[in-house]
């Protein structure tokens, strides 16, 4: 009789270790697959080789739960198959593909958990393609892998808790931090005030980032508008609107960004439900409290089916977990799924204050200026997108890609749907649901062509033409 095939997890990240775990304590063995070469995802990422870094020095307040998630997955040692640096770019007939090693490999798999993070959320403003501009996480990964950073008279820009935290990070790493431009107006931030009874902590953390930004001299400025990077051929400076009133910083590196946004591509390959999520603005994949997708055998964890953080990441990822074995009839524990359920909501309800707290500033959309490139990959301006918008009468996102391009490269819109989404919406007079979501294709990632064809086959593989000499 053929056994069972494994359970597979995308990320080891908090969800994905933390689901791997409860497999194993149910008695499986999965397959964990990720395309960082170690375990941590974003927030726990490690760094590439030992710098003499203290755990602390990397994970501030965090460093007791990077230590506990890491170590977890170290004990999971020789009850999982674990596979680093492999990117699962494809999921069809009930199998992936992963591209690990030089090659591609199929894998069959029997329940399916995503727990594929996120990545930083962003709206173009002028000079964002400069030399020099990172990503709020983008920075932050600079720092805490590979220990160097992206300038040394630096601003950070947008909205969203990450921009205190990078800013602090950065600060207590020795860089000259010249100024953080919160989008956010300094009255949304009495939101905080209902945060308090549902995690006192994180909101204190938070404050106490902002007071040492000052208290080293750190200016930030709260309800910053039209943001503007310049600089010829690489950041020069940064210019703003305040109160009516034009300013501008000389610096050297901007990190700027405006919250995150999940990473739903597989969970789209995998054939999931939809549904437009108002807290996020975005359309996630449909899930139950326990993780359950819309198709069976799909369990969704973390910030890949909506963003709620690390902590949240952890209690989804084992809670899908116990969803698997239930679902596979095998024992679990009823009292820990229901209390890992009510933390989650918990966390929820914390989510939904700090989003009013740090809102996006979607309105930004219609002002973008007609010359700023939207989607860096095909190079694609706001003004392409607004023209094709108004010259076909278009009202969908993935037509406006048909006609435009814009989404169609690299980064097959991961950076620039956001972007475009809003700006079809503004432009157009839509509500943002009503413009749909781009449809994921494969490869998620870029990997190379002879790679994915001779996934899909030896007569595809062998249509490949011979490289030029
Ligand atoms: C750049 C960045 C930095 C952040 N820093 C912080 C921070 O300092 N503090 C904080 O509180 N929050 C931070 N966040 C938010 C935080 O990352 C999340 O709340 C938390 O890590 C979510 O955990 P997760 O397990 O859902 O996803 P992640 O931690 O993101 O883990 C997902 C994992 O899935 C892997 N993966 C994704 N797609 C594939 C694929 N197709 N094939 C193979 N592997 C795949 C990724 O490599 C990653 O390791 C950050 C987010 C980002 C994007």
Redesign the pocket.
């Known amino acids: 009789m053929n056994a069972r095939p494994q359970p597979l997890v995308?990320?080891?990240?908090?969800?994905?270790i933390r689901a791997a775990e409860a497999l194993v304590a149910g008695g499986l063995r999965p397959l964990v697959?990720?395309?960082?070469p170690a375990c941590?995802?974003?927030?726990?990422?490690q760094r590439l080789m030992p710098d003499g870094r203290s755990t602390k020095d990397l994970y501030g307040s965090?460093a007791g739960k990077a230590e506990r998630l890491h170590a977890a997955f170290v004990a999971l040692e020789g009850r999982i198959d674990h596979w680093p640096q492999?990117?699962?770019?494809n999921l069809r007939d009930g199998m992936a593909d992963i591209a690990v090693a030089g090659a591609s490999r199929r894998v069959a798999y029997d329940g399916l958990v995503l727990?594929?993070?996120?990545?930083?959320r962003v709206l173009p403003i002028p000079g964002w393609t400069l030399p020099g501009v990172f990503?709020?996480?983008?920075a932050?990964?600079a720092l805490k892998a590979q220990g160097c950073t992206i300038g040394s008279r630096v601003v950070f820009a947008g909205s969203g808790?990450?921009l205190y935290?990078?800013a602090w990070q950065y600060m207590k790493a020795g860089v000259e931090v010249a100024a953080v431009l919160d989008a956010a107006p300094a009255s949304a931030k009495l939101h905080l005030l209902k945060a308090l009874p549902l995690d006192a902590g994180i909101v204190l953390r938070g404050l106490r980032f902002a007071a040492e930004l000052r208290l080293r001299g750190v200016a930030i400025r709260n309800g910053v508008e039209g943001l503007r990077i310049e600089g010829e051929g690489r950041v020069a400076g940064i210019a703003w609107r305040e109160g009516g009133r034009e300013r501008r910083l000389a610096c050297d590196g901007v990190g700027y960004g405006l919250g995150?946004r999940s990473?739903t591509?597989?969970a789209d390959l995998a054939g999931c439900t939809f549904r437009f999520n108002e807290r996020d603005r975005a359309w996630l994949p449909q899930r139950d409290a326990a993780g359950r997708a819309s198709v069976a055998g799909v369990y969704l964890?973390?910030?890949?089916a909506g963003?709620?953080?690390?902590d949240?990441?952890e209690r989804a990822?084992e809670r899908a977990a116990l969803a698997l074995l239930e679902d596979r009839g095998l024992g679990f524990d009823r009292a820990r799924a229901a209390a890992l359920e009510a933390e989650l909501a918990r966390i929820s309800r914390l989510r939904s204050v700090l989003e009013a707290a740090f809102p996006f500033p979607a309105h930004w959309a219609a002002g973008i200026d007609d010359a700023t490139v939207l989607c860096r990959c095909e190079e694609v301006t706001a003004r392409t997108v607004r023209d094709a918008a108004g010259r076909f009468d278009i009202g969908e996102i993935n037509r406006l890609k048909a006609v435009s391009r814009v989404g169609m490269g690299r980064c097959q819109g991961r950076i620039c749907a956001t972007a475009s989404a809003e700006v079809l919406a503004a432009a157009t007079g839509r509500p943002i649901d009503a413009v749909g979501r781009l449809r994921a294709q494969a490869p998620?990632?870029p990997i190379p062509l002879a790679m994915q064809l001779a996934a899909n086959g030896p007569e595809a593989a062998a249509s490949l033409p011979e490289a030029a000499e």
């Open positions: 995308v990320g080891a990240g908090p969800a994905g697959v990720d395309e960082a941590g995802g974003q927030i726990y990422r965090e492999a990117l699962l770019w727990a594929t993070g996120a990545t930083d990503t709020l996480g983008g932050q990964v808790p990450l935290l990078v995150l990473e591509q597989l964890a973390g910030d890949g963003i709620a953080g690390a949240a990441a990822g998620v990632k």
